[in-house]
């Protein structure tokens, strides 16, 4: 590639960053500023509603409000749908959409001359928050993607081998990253929430019924319900998010949480916030029922954390131990886990062996590098 010619990618499909949450927000937050550090030119297409419009950098990536109706059937695909006219505006080498739904306007983006990439971070239609017709119009972007987009990224292998079988596409696969912890600086926090070193589970997630995070707080009831007179009767839960749109689900959540003194719901938190927790943590917890590459898993490992999570395939691409995965939706599985979890905490070694895998495997400049390969054979 010319070293005199600034190469420009323009990013939808992110309600936008820093400190927004959600997996695609993590995602774009990390990488971008080390694509930026490479040379290339990155302007990211925020939502007003979840950013703070006064903010037009972050690490030297340029950050563009455009504003969208706060719907979850809707808000994807109008922001996008503006942000391409935008994007064909202010002109691009490549236009980079994250996720199917977003992708319904690649066709769009295509018919206006627009070089493509799109990153399949997962078939969002099994998500149980979407009605029949919002998972129609899921796989009808998924479609879009496939058949459409120049070039195609996945997040795992799972996600790529599925579309290789629906669509005949070949894709790239590229992982979710992870930053690895260090030294983390206390915040007050565990006094604040009422808590003790090593002595919670920690769950982090949005409020969305495929993270089953009322499946959790069940099998935490047994667990406590188990170990009343024992040298566990002392551990609490901690569930770190909340809901981006409030609903019934949420309010369910909130609703179970508060019949438990030892559930604690901590809402959304900074970076910061959230490390001094997973630092603390006995163990992590993820009894979801459908995930892409899950980043909060990612995390946990990096601390070192023992992780219990549910047995879907995006779990078992981080290959855990066999004893740290239970069935979907099982609440007594879930709390034999809990049980296994304290009776056989990780070693130091263990400990250190995940921290090393998770730097060797899900490390953000190996990713980053990965996307600019992509870029390049596109701008050639």
């Avoid at 007050?188 to 070193?197: P, Q």
Wanted: charged share 25%.
């Amino acid at each position: 590639m010319n070293k005199d010619f600034l190469p420009k990618i323009v990013v939808l499909g992110t309600r936008g960053f820093p400190g927004v949450q959600g997996g695609v927000e993590s995602h774009c937050e990390n990488l971008y500023p080390i694509i930026v550090k490479h040379g290339w030119d990155v302007t990211v297409l925020t939502r007003c509603n979840y950013v703070d419009t006064s903010i037009t950098a972050y690490n030297k990536v340029k950050l563009v409000p455009l504003s969208c109706p706060k719907n979850k059937f809707l808000e994807a695909i109008i922001h996008t749908f503006k942000g391409i006219w935008f994007t064909k505006r202010i002109g691009c080498d490549i236009l980079h959409i994250h996720a199917i739904g977003p992708s319904l306007c690649v066709p769009l983006a295509r018919l206006l001359g627009l070089k493509v990439v799109v990153t399949h971070h997962g078939p969002d239609y099994m998500r149980k928050k979407w009605n029949r017709v919002a998972k129609i119009f899921l796989k009808i972007g998924e479609m879009c993607a496939c058949r459409y987009a120049n070039k195609i990224i996945c997040i795992s292998k799972t996600i790529a081998d599925n579309i290789r079988d629906k669509f005949g596409r070949e894709s790239v696969v590229i992982p979710n990253g992870v930053v690895i912890a260090g030294h983390t600086t206390q915040k007050g926090l565990l006094k604040r929430f009422g808590l003790e070193k090593n002595r919670y589970f920690i769950a982090v997630g949005r409020f969305v019924p495929e993270k089953g995070f009322i499946d959790l707080i069940e099998a935490f009831s047994l667990f406590k319900r188990d170990n009343h007179s024992n040298g566990y009767g002392d551990f609490k839960l901690v569930i770190v998010g909340e809901s981006d749109h409030e609903d019934s689900y949420s309010l369910s959540i909130k609703k179970k949480a508060a019949q438990i003194k030892e559930v604690i719901l901590t809402g959304r938190l900074k970076r910061d916030a959230l490390d001094e927790l997973y630092y603390n943590a006995h163990t992590f917890v993820m009894p979801s029922y459908y995930e892409g590459l899950p980043i909060a898993l990612l995390e946990a490992m990096s601390y070192g954390l023992p992780c219990m999570v549910s047995d879907i395939p995006a779990n078992r691409e981080v290959k855990l131990d066999s004893n740290s995965y239970f069935r979907p939706g099982d609440v007594k599985a879930i709390c034999e886990r809990l049980h296994y979890a304290v009776q056989f905490p990780f070693s130091e070694e263990q400990r250190l062996q995940q921290i090393d895998f998770v730097r060797k495997r899900f490390d953000w400049e190996n990713i980053a590098s990965q996307t600019i390969k992509v870029y390049e054979k596109l701008c050639n």
